[in-house]
């Protein structure tokens, strides 16, 4: 099985930046797709980004030109760094890794809060 693992969420003001990471095991990393998801209360999961384990990024169109992914794989860790956020990004983010073949496997999320 594989873990994973979210950190680097906080309280940031509109127009403020965060990184967070995403550090994982049970699995050889470099052959992980790696994904970022968030949710708001009374809302449904949804995709931010995702980057593949060759290196291909796809964003949502909603954090496009604000938001960026990338992987370590020598260190077992995905990063979403973001930028310009604002009251509508405040979420859970939530890490998903997915084997070649296999299962999908999520973190137990990090709160990010964008507010005065």
């Known amino acids: 099985q594989v873990q994973v693992v979210e950190s680097g969420g906080g309280l940031v003001q509109p127009g403020g930046s965060l990184r967070l990471s995403c550090a994982a095991s049970g699995s050889i990393f470099s052959e992980l797709s790696m994904g970022w998801y968030r949710q708001a209360p009374g809302k449904q999961r949804e995709l931010v980004a995702t980057i593949t384990s060759g290196g291909s990024t796809n964003f949502a169109d909603s954090v496009k030109g604000r938001f960026a992914i990338s992987r370590d794989n020598r260190a077992n860790t995905m990063y979403l760094q973001m930028n310009s956020l604002q009251p509508e990004d405040t979420a859970v983010y939530y890490c998903?890794?997915?084997?070649?073949?296999?299962?999908?496997?999520w973190g137990q999320g990090t709160q990010v809060t964008v507010s005065e």
């Open positions: 998903n890794a997915r084997p070649f073949g296999g299962l999908a496997y």
